[in-house]
């Protein structure tokens, strides 16, 4: 705020000193012309010749001045000087000759910067079309004794009003800006692990919403920071598990070795759980990097045009060796088995996504498919237009014992596992597909593959993943070629 003062007070200056001058001019101005209009009504005409009439006390009355110089002239119409001071310049010759006019000017005299009222009288056939020049000139030492006067009288209070108001505005900016202050110490004291919101009341109220707002990002990161621990206690205590298999089987082969048994059989039935302790481990590892790679990407537009159509059938042909092993008839229903007249459109299986996360959603699909699917069982891929949403649905059913309503909401959390299942798996592989479909903008819909109705014996109802993803739009058509007698030259 000081800074715009100090600019502002030189241009206070420079209007102060033309508005002095301009009142300074006003009365001495005024006085002229009342002198030239008085030496004009002395102008007389007797034929051809032009009289004047100014006694020697008129003339001494008028050049009266103690401080300044007046000069004056008369000028007939073919510019013979009738009366007053030789030397005094003629009006520009661009100027208007209108009778009666009265009109003001700045001129020079001997070097004397002289201002200089001046009346054009008598126009008309005697005088042959011109009329006759009154002139009166004074120098400006009046004016310019007055204008530094009225500059004096308002400059110099300017002088001891700028630094008061120089100091009262470092006062009242020093006093609003204490609370501040004392609000910037109190966050600073914080302690790094204090999320707790800041008190509204002790702040001004002009920063009141910023603190509210600073309040609802602590809180938001105050339950994201719980949320990681939690994530962080469950993802150890689930590691635990297979690394204290690990550590069990290596000390029982190691205390049969030790003890001269060193039975074939049971070593290789301890080395058998290790290995799958150790998938175990690895696998759970490999969902946790696909969660944190999951949550580094949330926030990034998804902007690359994917076939999800061809993405799909990539990532069942990599799971088909797993489902042969298995005995699960995995499969994929896509364009090849639309009826002709169902059949999509170029571009309208294509979907706007991140195509690594994407082909983590579909594998992690398949794999819960695999995984709780009983041998004899099929597993379908299903990728189908739906033109009407301009959407492109992507689902995986299975026909295994299906999830019951009352637990399809949590399943979607890490770590969750549904009730009464023996199979094994880490549980974050629902959670990464419902991370990875909310970053696409899309939701994870889940039901009964089958109605009960239709359900074989001894067969779970089996359960059908739904995802809706944005369809990409409609790429532009590329210009077509200009006829060559239309090419433009080179």
Not at 61 to 85: F, H, I, K, N, T
Not at 112 to 138: F, I, M, T
Not at 241 to 257: D, F, H, K, Y
Not at 379 to 399: G, I, K, N, Y
């Amino acid at each position: 705020m000081l800074a715009p003062l100090l600019l502002l007070w030189p241009m206070s200056l420079a209007l102060t000193w033309l508005a002095a001058q301009g009142i300074a001019s006003l009365p001495y101005d005024r006085a002229l012309i009342e002198s030239v209009r008085s030496l004009g009504q002395r102008v007389e005409l007797r034929g051809d010749d032009i009289l004047f009439d100014l006694s020697r006390e008129t003339a001494r009355m008028l050049r009266a001045d103690e401080v300044d110089s007046v000069y004056y002239q008369v000028v007939g119409p073919r510019g013979e000087l009738v009366s007053g001071d030789r030397d005094l310049p003629a009006p520009p010759e661009a100027d208007a000759r209108t009778p009666g006019e009265v009109r003001v000017r700045d001129e020079e005299i001997h070097g004397d910067s002289v201002r200089v009222a001046y009346q054009w009288v008598l126009d008309g056939p005697q005088a042959s079309g011109r009329p006759v020049l009154v002139q009166v000139a004074e120098t400006q030492a009046k004016r310019s004794r007055l204008a530094t006067e009225i500059i004096k009288g308002v400059i110099l209070p300017q002088f001891v009003i700028l630094p008061v108001a120089v100091l009262l505005v470092w006062m009242a900016l020093v006093r609003g800006l204490a609370p501040l202050n004392a609000l910037q110490q109190r966050i600073r004291e914080r302690a790094s692990d204090d999320l707790s919101p800041i008190d509204v009341h002790e702040v001004p109220e002009e920063v009141s919403p910023l603190v509210q707002s600073i309040n609802d990002l602590l809180e938001r990161q105050q339950s994201s920071l719980a949320t990681q621990k939690r994530f962080l206690a469950d993802a150890a205590h689930q590691l635990k598990t297979p690394l204290a298999g690990l550590r069990m089987q290596a000390e029982l082969a190691a205390r049969e070795i030790d003890a001269g048994h060193g039975d074939p059989q049971l070593l290789r039935a301890s080395l058998q759980q290790m290995a799958r302790a150790s998938q175990r481990a690895a696998h759970m590892v490999n969902q946790l990097l696909s969660m944190a790679r999951a949550d580094a990407r949330a926030g990034v537009e998804a902007r690359d045009r994917i076939d999800l159509e061809a993405l799909a059938t990539d990532v069942v042909r990599d799971f088909v060796p797993r489902s042969l092993d298995a005995g699960i008839d995995l499969g994929y229903e896509g364009a090849e088995t639309q009826p002709p007249e169902a059949l999509p459109q170029p571009g309208q299986v294509e979907v706007l996504g991140h195509a690594l996360l994407l082909r983590e959603l579909i594998s992690n699909l398949v794999d819960n498919a695999l995984h709780y699917t009983p041998r004899g069982g099929t597993v379908t891929v299903r990728v189908r237009p739906e033109p009407s949403a301009q959407a492109v649905v992507l689902q995986v059913e299975d026909s295994g014992p299906g999830i019951p309503a009352t637990e399809r909401e949590l399943v979607f959390q890490p770590f969750y596992r549904a009730l009464g299942t023996t199979v094994d798996g880490s549980g974050l592989g629902l959670a990464i597909v419902a991370e990875i479909a909310q970053q696409h903008g899309s939701v994870v819909e889940l039901e009964d593959a089958r109605p009960p109705a239709r359900m074989p014996p001894g067969e779970g109802p089996g359960a059908r993943f739904t995802i809706r993803l944005r369809q990409a739009p409609a790429p532009e058509p590329p210009e077509a070629a200009l006829p060559a007698a239309e090419a433009p030259a080179a």
